[in-house]
């Protein structure tokens, strides 16, 4: 079968960004066999929810059995930094309304990590579309493997749930060599971060993504009002 040029480039891609995400879907999937529950949660879930963080979250409330009400609220405040996501990420490019569909519900950290860059700008739709669904496989795959696997896994290994914050911190490292020259951006990301953090601990995500949309905006109104150069 012949691959087209599209799907080659979006495998090299995403396959650094993939590969971290392996850990993290075996460590779920075992921890969904580990909480009772069967293993075909973990594969469905990863298909039909895929939304990372919130997905090990959900494990606690089905098995506490909690209210629709409840796990709507979860899933909002978990998943609404996809709203900030969807402002740069470049939707107008994918052409078809099915293929846009499914690249709004697969739209995620990672995605939005690897199409923010300098070098995404003059990517295809389908080169778009191929890296999204190729993630997409990586995360359901290896939440699959790991139900399958979950009763081989020892109760003493720790260190799997580090695997999350180690992928952000080098999609984060990628994306400032990406900046050139505009160091303010993450600068400013961290100090609304610490300010959350010293300021409102028990709603630090809200906090911190209020602040730093606010700095967005306040530097954006700076920058229009500053006289042209001649």
Same mark, same amino acid.
């Given at each position: 079968?012949?691959?087209?040029?599209?799907?080659?480039?979006?495998?090299?891609?995403?396959?650094?960004?993939?590969?971290?995400?392996?850990?993290?879907?075996?460590?779920? #999937?075992?921890?969904?066999?580990?909480?009772?529950?069967?293993?075909?949660?973990?594969?469905?879930?990863?298909?039909?929810?895929?939304? #990372?963080?919130?997905?090990?979250?959900?494990?606690?409330?089905?098995?506490?059995?909690?209210?629709?009400?409840?796990?709507?609220?979860?899933?909002?405040?978990?998943?609404?930094?996809?709203?900030?996501?969807?402002?740069?990420?470049?939707?107008?490019?994918?052409?078809?309304?099915?293929?846009?569909?499914?690249?709004?519900?697969? *739209?995620?950290?990672?995605?939005?990590?690897?199409?923010?860059?300098?070098?995404?700008?003059?990517?295809?739709?389908?080169?778009?579309?191929?890296?999204?669904?190729?993630?997409?496989?990586?995360?359901?795959?290896?939440?699959?493997?790991?139900?399958?696997?979950?009763?081989?896994?020892?109760?003493?290994?720790?260190?799997?749930?580090?695997?999350?914050?180690?992928?952000?911190?080098?999609?984060?490292?990628?994306?400032?060599?990406?900046?050139?020259?505009?160091?303010?951006?993450?600068?400013?990301?961290?100090?609304?971060?610490?300010?959350?953090?010293?300021?409102?601990? #028990?709603?630090?995500?809200?906090?911190?993504? =209020?602040?730093?949309?606010?700095? *967005?905006? =306040?530097?954006?109104?700076?920058?229009?009002?500053?006289?042209?150069?001649?």
């Amino acid at each position: 079968m012949r691959i087209s040029p599209a799907a080659r480039a979006a495998f090299q891609d995403c396959a650094s960004v993939g590969l971290g995400m392996v850990p993290l879907g075996l460590a779920f #999937g075992a921890l969904v066999v580990q909480s009772g529950l069967d293993w075909w949660w973990a594969g469905l879930s990863a298909a039909l929810i895929y939304g #990372g963080s919130f997905e090990f979250l959900l494990i606690g409330l089905v098995v506490a059995v909690a209210p629709l009400a409840s796990i709507a609220l979860a899933a909002f405040l978990v998943q609404a930094r996809h709203v900030f996501y969807a402002l740069a990420f470049p939707l107008h490019r994918v052409r078809g309304r099915l293929a846009r569909m499914y690249s709004t519900f697969a *739209l995620t950290d990672e995605a939005y990590a690897l199409t923010a860059g300098g070098q995404a700008r003059g990517w295809s739709s389908s080169r778009i579309l191929w890296l999204q669904f190729f993630m997409h496989l990586y995360w359901a795959g290896s939440a699959t493997a790991g139900a399958l696997l979950g009763s081989l896994v020892p109760d003493g290994v720790t260190g799997l749930d580090f695997a999350l914050t180690a992928l952000f911190a080098v999609l984060a490292l990628d994306a400032i060599r990406d900046l050139r020259g505009d160091l303010p951006t993450p600068v400013l990301a961290l100090l609304c971060a610490l300010a959350a953090r010293l300021l409102f601990p #028990g709603q630090f995500l809200p906090a911190a993504f =209020a602040l730093f949309t606010a700095g *967005l905006l =306040a530097r954006r109104l700076a920058t229009r009002r500053e006289p042209a150069h001649v």
